[in-house]
C-alpha cells in the first residue's frame, strides 16, 4: 500500500470517527430529550388524574371543569390509561392487586413515591398520592408516542447518511491526497528517467522552501557525485587498457627475447620464466578488473542487440573447445520451446560469451574436467541457463562470499584462479537485468542458474 492510499484511508478514517460520534450525540440527546418530554406529559396527567379522583377540597363544578380542559387542551395519547390503586397498610400488595400494572414499576413507586417505567412499548408515570387518610398509587400509561417512530427514522437517517459521508469524505480525500502527492510523484518519475547515461540531468526546483525542495536539492547533489564517480571511472576504463597493458606488455617481450638468449644459467632462466609468468598473471588479473569495471556503465558503452541464448552457448562451447581442448561441456537443449521468441534476449554478445564462459569453466576446473551439463530452462518472460557440474562443490558458511573480489572458498588452494571469475559474471549478468543462483552440496558438486529475461516481442520484432 503507497503512501497515498494510506494517507487516504486514515483521513477518510478520522473525518468518520468525528461525524459518527457527533451525530450520536446528536441522536443521544434528541432521543433523551424525546422521552423527557413524554415521561412529563405522562406526570402531568398524573397530577390531574389525582385531582380529579383524590382532591376531597375540589368541587363537582370544579372537577368537571378540568375535566373539560384536560380534553380541550390536552391531547389524547394513544391506548391512554389512569390507574388508582389503593396502597394498604405496610405498603405490600398481592401480585393480583396491582391493577394491571407491572410488579417492578409498583414497587418502584412504593420505594420512592414516584417513578417512570417502560415494558415493551407502554410508557408509565406514577407517584403516590395520600388522600382520606389512605395511600393510593396514580399512575397514567401509553403505547408507542408519535415521535418515537420519527426518532428511528432519524437513527435511519443517519447511518445511511453516514455511509455515504464515509464515501464522500474517501473521495475528496483521495483527491486531495493526490495533489498533495504529485510532487513526490514528479520527482519519482523524473529520477527513473535519469540513468548512466543521462547523468547530467537535474531534478527541477521550486520556488517553495519546503521538504519535498530540500528532497529535490538533495537528489541533485547526489546526482552531481555520482556523475563525478562515473566520468572517474569512464576515463579508467578508457585509459587504463593503453597505459597499463602497454609496460606489461613490454615486459613480457623483453622476458621472452632473454628467455630467447643463449647463455643463460639455469637460475637466470627460472627467474625469467617467473617474471614471464606472474606477468601474464597480472595481465589476466587486469582484463578481468577492467570488464568488472567495464561491465558496470549500464549500457552506457555497449552495443546491445538480439541475442538467441542457445546460439550464444554454442559460440562459448566453440570456444571452450579450442582453449581447453580436454572439456567435458554438454549441452542440453531438450527443453527447447517451439517459440524461438522465448530464446531471445537483448544484450551484449561479448559481454555474456564472457560471463558464460566464466560461470562454464569455473564449472569444468572445478570437477576435475568431469562432465558439466548446460541446459536452457524457459519459463514465461524468463529463460534460465541451468551449468550443473559434479565438482568439489563449495563450503556452506563460504556461500555467500563467492561473488566477493578476490574471495577463493578454503577447498580451492589446489586450482589456479585469481577470485574474479564469478563477480566479473555476476556484474555482467546484473547489466542485462538478470541474476545468478547457486545450489551446492560441498563434495557433491554445484549449480548455478542464470536468469535472463525475454526480449519483448515488440523489439525482437
Known amino acids: 500500500m503507497n503512501i497515498q492510499t494510506r494517507a487516504t484511508l486514515l483521513f477518510s478514517i478520522l473525518t468518520s470517527m468525528v461525524v459518527l460520534l457527533f451525530s450520536g450525540f446528536m441522536y ?13 406529559r405522562l406526570e402531568t396527567r398524573v397530577n390531574i388524574a389525582a385531582d380529579l379522583h383524590l382532591q376531597t377540597n375540589t368541587s363537582v363544578k370544579d372537577r368537571q371543569k378540568i375535566q373539560q380542559l384536560r380534553q380541550e387542551y390536552l391531547e389524547k395519547l394513544k391506548d391512554e390509561k389512569t390507574y388508582l390503586v389503593e396502597i394498604p397498610a405496610g405498603n405490600s400488595l398481592g401480585k393480583g392487586d396491582h391493577a394491571g400494572l407491572p410488579s417492578e414499576f409498583v414497587e418502584e413507586v412504593i420505594a420512592n413515591g414516584k417513578a417512570r417505567f417502560r415494558k415493551d412499548h407502554t410508557f408509565y408515570a406514577g407517584h403516590l398520592q395520600l388522600a382520606r387518610g389512605k395511600t393510593y398509587l396514580v399512575s397514567v400509561s401509553a403505547r408507542e408516542p408519535f415521535w418515537l417512530q420519527e426518532i428511528n427514522k432519524l437513527s435511519r437517517i443517519l447511518i445511511v447518511g453516514f455511509l455515504i459521508l464515509v464515501g464522500i469524505v474517501y473521495l475528496i480525500g483521495r483527491r486531495f491526497t493526490w495533489h498533495t502527492f504529485k510532487p513526490v510523484r514528479d520527482i519519482i518519475k523524473n529520477v527513473q528517467g535519469i540513468t548512466a547515461e543521462n547523468l547530467n540531468l537535474r531534478l527541477p526546483l521550486s520556488n517553495n522552501k519546503d521538504e519535498l525542495t ?16 562515473f566520468e572517474t571511472q569512464n576515463n579508467f576504463v578508457s585509459n587504463a587498457s593503453h597505459e597499463l597493458r602497454t609496460p606489461l606488455t613490454i615486459i613480457k617481450g623483453e622476458a621472452e627475447l632473454t628467455l630467447a638468449s643463449p647463455g643463460l644459467s639455469p637460475e637466470q632462466r627460472q627467474s625469467v620464466e617467473v617474471i614471464l609468468q606472474e606477468a601474464q ?30 546460439e550464444l552457448l554454442w559460440l562459448v562451447k566453440a570456444s571452450a573447445d579450442q582453449l581447453y581442448p580436454g572439456n567435458n561441456i554438454r549441452l542440453d537443449y531438450n527443453s527447447l520451446p517451439e517459440d524461438e521468441r522465448l530464446l531471445q534476449v537483448q544484450g551484449n554478445e561479448n559481454l555474456l560469451k564472457l560471463a558464460l564462459s566464466n560461470i562454464m569453466m569455473n564449472a569444468c576446473k572445478y570437477s576435475h574436467n568431469q562432465e558439466v551439463t548446460v541446459r536452457l530452462q524457459p519459463e514465461n518472460d524468463t529463460i534460465t541457463v541451468v551449468v550443473q557440474d559434479k565438482g568439489i562443490g563449495i563450503p556452506e558458511e563460504e556461500l555467500p562470499y563467492v561473488f566477493v573480489p578476490f574471495f577463493r572458498a578454503s577447498n580451492t588452494t589446489d586450482f589456479e584462479g585469481h577470485g574474479v571469475g564469478l563477480p566479473l559474471a555476476l556484474n555482467i549478468i546484473r547489466l542485462h537485468r538478470g541474476s545468478i543462483g547457486i545450489s551446492t552440496r560441498e563434495g557433491a558438486g554445484t549449480e548455478m542458474r542464470i536468469l535472463l529475461p525475454v526480449a519483448p516481442a515488440s523489439a525482437s520484432s
Not at 443521544?28 to 412529563?40: C, L, R, S, T, V
Not at 597480472?282 to 552506457?300: E, Y
Open 281 to 310: 598473471v597480472l595481465r589476466d588479473i587486469l582484463a578481468s578488473l577492467l570488464g568488472m569495471a567495464q561491465s558496470g556503465f549500464d549500457g552506457k558503452k555497449q552495443n546491445w542487440e538480439m541475442l538467441r541464448l542457445d
Open 28 to 40: 443521544g440527546i434528541i432521543n433523551h430529550y424525546a422521552f423527557e418530554d413524554f415521561y412529563k
Open 214 to 229: 530540500e528532497l529535490a536539492q538533495t537528489f541533485n547533489d547526489m546526482l552531481t557525485r555520482l556523475e563525478t564517480a
